[in-house]
């Protein structure tokens, strides 16, 4: 029996990550784990929750988000998982499981125009994302106290594929699955 896969769905705020991995969960059909959804979760169980950058909802989000992958990977099931982790995090965390699965990583880019632009557009539209600091964010990137530019990307010897979300000459959702696979992308 082959071990599983771990696809990592990785970038910057804005950059198209949840909907990249929930598109390719459903072309490879198999679940897809969101670190904001895990949060968002919690966020409902959690009465008087309010966002803040020293959030305590976050280490224990990211306890779980790890255990869950841990526990699916143990059971030998392909997971695509998404979360705006920048190195320090995710590599702590991913290289123990490389023992478990094949890695590889999507890292999502867009312009930085653009993340903002979609990050503006979730904080109007989306009220359940109340764990997810967008106003504060949109906030910090108005007032230069934050920057799109910083995210420092995974930095594991694994096979890693560059995806610009904003770009209609992007690999499609095939080459991406394709990828995903451990196959060449067809040109």
Request: charged letters at 20%; aromatic letters at 4%.
């Amino acid at each position: 029996m082959n071990p599983p896969t771990l696809v990592v769905v990785s970038g910057g705020p804005g950059t198209g990550k949840t909907t990249l991995a929930h598109a390719l969960a459903c072309e490879l059909g198999c679940p897809a784990i969101v670190r904001d959804e895990i949060k968002q979760g919690m966020v409902m169980a959690t009465s008087g929750y309010r966002s803040a950058r020293s959030d305590l909802l976050n280490c224990l989000t990211l306890e779980t988000f790890f255990g869950v992958l841990s526990v699916l990977l143990r059971a030998r099931v392909t997971v695509v998982a998404e979360a705006a982790y920048q190195d320090r995090l995710w590599r702590a965390n991913l290289e123990p499981l490389a023992d478990l699965a094949h890695l590889r990583v999507i890292r999502c880019t867009a312009p930085a125009a653009t993340a903002r632009d979609r990050i503006a557009q979730r904080a109007a539209e989306n009220p359940r994302r109340a764990a997810h600091d967008d106003r504060e964010l949109l906030e910090a990137l108005t007032q230069g106290d934050h920057s799109l530019e910083s995210f420092v990307p995974i930095s594991l010897d694994v096979p890693t594929k560059v995806v610009d979300t904003s770009s209609v000459c992007a690999p499609s959702i095939e080459d991406i699955a394709a990828f995903a696979r451990g196959g060449m992308p067809s040109c």
